[in-house]
Nanobody, 123 residues
Framework: QVQLVESGGGSVQAGGSLRLSCAAS????????MGWFRQAPGKEREFVATISQSGANTQYADSVKGRFTISRDNGKNTLYLQMNSLKPEDTAVYYC????????????????WGQGTQVTVSS
């Protein structure tokens, strides 16, 4: 079992930055593909970014490409999401997730989820 706890959310004005962290416990995340997802009120959970087990490969949703950066520190058992140039449409609860095999954008492929952290961007 992997337990995931997100932190770093908050309120920021458009154009600002936030850095989300996801601390893992129970298992080392070096064996897991990791991802960030988000869910806005009244909408389905959507893919934001994913990173391979080694960190060598990443993939982003088109809506965040060039503004967000996913990274991981397997030694610290932590996943990160650097969010720059934030827009009001980025407002959502952000979740980190881990999957036992592979890596990628499919929500249903992820086995473990954090509780989420709220990000609110005002115009």
């Amino acid at each position: 079992q992997v337990q995931l706890v997100e932190s770093g959310g908050g309120s920021v004005q458009a154009g600002g930055s936030l850095r989300l962290s996801c601390a893992a416990s129970g298992r080392t995340i070096s064996n897991y593909g990791m991802g960030w997802f988000r869910q806005a009120p009244g909408k389905e959970r959507e893919f934001v970014a994913t990173i391979s087990q080694s960190g060598a490969n990443t993939q982003y949703a088109d809506s965040v490409k060039g503004r967000f950066t996913i990274s991981r520190d397997n030694g610290k058992n932590t996943l990160y999401l650097q969010m720059n140039s934030l827009k009001p449409e980025d407002t959502a609860v952000y979740y980190c997730a881990a999957r036992s095999t592979g890596w990628g954008s499919l929500v249903v492929a992820y086995n473990y989820w954090g509780q989420g952290t709220q990000v609110t961007v005002s115009s």
